[in-house]
């Protein structure tokens, strides 16, 4: 039930944008990502629910078209299906919960 962050190995998911795995239940799958300034995440979509926040740093967000630029304290939800983007203004970190469980990040 409880895991320290230096027990989730680091994955580096593309070059700058690193994800760690936090913790995963029966419906839910907690990971931190972290961004390198300029780092981007491209459009892609997942069926899981991803809702997050940025805890550190600016990121520019894309989803379904609507541009926001974030920062730390801010907040997102992608449905699931919906395409989405992410861009590093400056070293980030996000915090994103999957719903149902993302078995490829276990």
């Known amino acids: 039930m409880f895991r320290a962050n230096a027990e989730a190995a680091a994955v ?7 994800r760690r795995t936090l913790t995963s ?9 972290t961004m390198d300034e300029g780092a981007t995440v491209p459009a892609h979509t997942h069926p899981h629910e991803q809702v997050g ?6 990121v520019r967000f894309v989803i379904d078209g609507e ?11 992608v449905p699931g299906g919906a395409s989405h983007e992410v861009t590093a203004l400056e070293p980030s ?5 999957f719903s149902p469980v993302r078995e ?3």
Not at 12 to 18: D, K
Not at 25 to 33: A, F, H, N, P
Not at 53 to 58: D, E, N, P, S, T
Request: aromatic share 8%; net charge negative.
């Open 67 to 77: 541009a926001r630029e974030l920062r730390a304290g801010d907040s997102y939800l």
């Open 25 to 33: 239940g029966e419906r839910t799958t907690l990971i931190e990502v």
């Open 93 to 97: 970190l996000c915090i994103d919960i």
């Open 53 to 58: 926040y940025v805890a550190k740093g600016r």
């Open 12 to 18: 580096e998911m593309l070059p700058g944008v690193v």
């Open 104 to 106: 490829e990040y276990l």
